[in-house]
């Protein structure tokens, strides 16, 4: 069973970047579809952005072209690089991962991810 921690989150001002870390234990870490999701105070989660195993990305609308989502097998990490953060990307932000073994999977229902870390929060002041 693959487990995730996150790291990264702090205090920033708008328009400042930071880089969200989720490290992975376990062998098979490079099977795995990683996504970041977010949760904002009396908010639901919501998808931010998916890495496929074989690298293929997906973002939100609201993050596209500001977020970058990689993947380091190498050492079982997903890095979620935030640039021109805005306080409306305030929030608790989650590292997911669901199994497969289509190199093609990468989806955004957050149903089908199967573990979850305890999260890092993320605060943008204006």
């Known amino acids: 069973q693959v487990q995730l921690v996150e790291s990264g989150g702090g205090l920033v001002q708008a328009g400042d970047s930071l880089r969200l870390s989720c490290a992975a234990s376990?062998?098979?870490?490079?099977?795995?579809?990683v996504g970041w999701f977010r949760q904002a105070p009396g908010k639901e989660r919501e998808f931010v952005a998916a890495?496929?195993?074989?690298?293929?990305?997906d973002y939100a609308d609201s993050v596209k072209g500001r977020f970058t989502i990689s993947r380091d097998n190498a050492k079982n990490t997903v890095y979620l690089q935030m640039n021109s953060l805005k306080p409306e990307d305030t929030a608790l932000y989650y590292c997911?991962?669901?199994?497969?073994?289509?190199?093609?999977?990468?989806?955004?229902?957050?149903?089908?991810?199967?573990?979850w870390g305890q999260g890092t929060q993320v605060t943008v002041s204006s």
């Open positions: 890495i496929s195993r074989r690298s293929s990305t």
């Open positions: 376990g062998r098979t870490f490079s099977n795995y579809v």
């Open positions: 997911s991962g669901y199994y497969t073994i289509s190199y093609l999977s990468l989806v955004r229902d957050e149903s089908r991810y199967e573990i």
